[in-house]
């Protein structure tokens, strides 16, 4: 089906321009104008030569998203003028459709490198308000449902000047999707410490089992591809006593696995990658169309 070809002062939230549908992180760069025009608008009405008179422009320009897996939406203000434009956002999935706040620096609150960061800043709140017993201590948000991702669905962004006077915007949104990667901070540069440790196994264990073992405090016993357990035999693992089962490493030294186990990870942290965005820019965008610098203070990884 052919694009919509309306203007944008011929749009209402009813007819909005759609900016596409996003499984992956994106970044999108809205520039427009605002305001009156003094231009000869209307009907002829009479019998003389009149077009109904002098008007025309908006105060509203209306932008729908549509994401097909949880994540935030970020709309951050530029130059020239971003203390006179408001924006705004809706989930169009309710019926009436839901406005949604924005946070700004009283929010959650962090600490990179020695400097207080605000990691949720002109992000699109997921719940209204926290009316909700969600707390948990190891979380970054502390189960406040607002910090939450947004769900899957349709969102209608606006963009107003609160002016009576003509105003050139530049609204930069980025549409994040929650990391699978994790970082980990290494003890040392080539990461020899976190890969391996020295210690050997300590007890062999042949399959099958055929009586009661134990694997003792701080043993590391180690049983080839699988192991067998007859019926009636306990295996006793004490206190801090490995049990390593499967193919043995080189040197029989035991690889760590860097592995936070579930997402429950990612939700003490969240932070915004520069090159990241970068790339997501540079995937839809041609080479002379730069970044948006006003993205910059809102990343804290490299």
Same mark, same amino acid.
């Given at each position: 089906?052919?694009?919509?070809?309306? #203007?944008?002062?011929?749009?209402?939230?009813?007819?909005?321009?759609?900016?596409?549908?996003?499984?992956?992180?994106?970044?999108?760069?809205?520039?427009?104008?605002?305001?009156?025009?003094?231009?000869?608008?209307?009907?002829?009405?009479?019998?003389?030569?009149?077009?109904?008179?002098?008007?025309?422009?908006?105060?509203?320009?209306?932008?729908?998203?549509?994401?097909?897996?949880?994540?935030?939406?970020?709309?951050?203000?530029?130059?020239?003028?971003?203390?006179?434009? %408001?924006?705004?956002?809706? #989930?169009?999935?309710?019926?009436?459709?839901?406005?949604?706040?924005?946070?700004?620096?009283?929010?959650?609150?962090?600490?990179?490198?020695? %400097?207080?960061?605000?990691?949720?800043?002109?992000?699109?709140?997921?719940?209204?308000?926290?009316?909700?017993?969600?707390? #948990?201590?190891?979380?970054?948000?502390?189960?406040?449902?607002?910090?939450?991702?947004? @769900?899957?669905?349709?969102?209608?962004?606006?963009?107003?000047?609160?002016?009576?006077?003509?105003?050139?915007?530049?609204?930069?949104?980025?549409?994040?999707?929650?990391?699978?990667?994790?970082?980990?901070?290494?003890?040392?540069?080539?990461?020899?410490?976190?890969?391996? @440790?020295?210690?050997?196994?300590?007890?062999?264990?042949?399959?099958?089992?055929?009586?009661?073992?134990?694997?003792?405090?701080?043993?590391?016993?180690?049983?080839? @591809?699988?192991?067998?357990?007859?019926?009636?035999?306990?295996?006793?693992?004490?206190?801090?006593?490995?049990?390593?089962?499967?193919?043995?490493?080189?040197?029989?030294?035991?690889?760590?696995?860097?592995?936070?186990?579930?997402?429950?990870?990612?939700?003490?942290?969240?932070?915004?990658?520069?090159?990241?965005?970068?790339?997501?820019?540079?995937?839809?965008?041609?080479?002379?169309?730069?970044?948006?610098?006003?993205?910059?203070?809102?990343?804290?990884?490299?």
């Amino acid at each position: 089906m052919a694009r919509n070809q309306l #203007s944008q002062p011929q749009r209402t939230q009813a007819n909005p321009l759609v900016l596409g549908t996003f499984s992956e992180t994106a970044i999108r760069n809205l520039r427009g104008s605002l305001g009156p025009k003094n231009r000869v608008v209307g009907y002829a009405d009479t019998l003389q030569n009149s077009n109904g008179g002098f008007g025309g422009g908006t105060y509203n320009h209306w932008f729908q998203i549509n994401i097909e897996a949880p994540a935030w939406i970020i709309l951050v203000k530029g130059p020239p003028r971003p203390n006179y434009i %408001q924006v705004s956002a809706y #989930s169009l999935d309710q019926t009436p459709i839901e406005g949604k706040g924005i946070f700004d620096a009283d929010s959650v609150t962090t600490t990179t490198n020695g %400097q207080v960061y605000v990691p949720y800043l002109d992000t699109v709140m997921s719940a209204q308000s926290n009316l909700y017993n969600q707390f #948990s201590s190891l979380r970054l948000d502390r189960g406040d449902e607002r910090y939450y991702p947004l @769900e899957k669905g349709s969102y209608l962004i606006c963009v107003s000047s609160t002016r009576n006077e003509p105003i050139n915007y530049n609204v930069s949104v980025v549409i994040e999707f929650q990391e699978t990667i994790a970082f980990f901070e290494l003890e040392d540069e080539d990461g020899s410490v976190a890969l391996q @440790e020295s210690t050997p196994f300590t007890e062999n264990i042949v399959s099958p089992i055929t009586s009661n073992t134990t694997i003792v405090d701080e043993s590391y016993a180690f049983t080839d @591809e699988n192991c067998t357990i007859n019926n009636g035999v306990v295996v006793t693992i004490e206190g801090l006593g490995i049990w390593y089962i499967g193919t043995a490493p080189a040197n029989e030294q035991n690889k760590i696995i860097l592995e936070p186990g579930d997402d429950a990870y990612f939700d003490t942290i969240h932070d915004h990658s520069l090159s990241a965005w970068k790339q997501a820019w540079e995937n839809e965008h041609r080479e002379d169309e730069p970044f948006p610098n006003i993205l910059v203070p809102l990343t804290n990884r490299p």
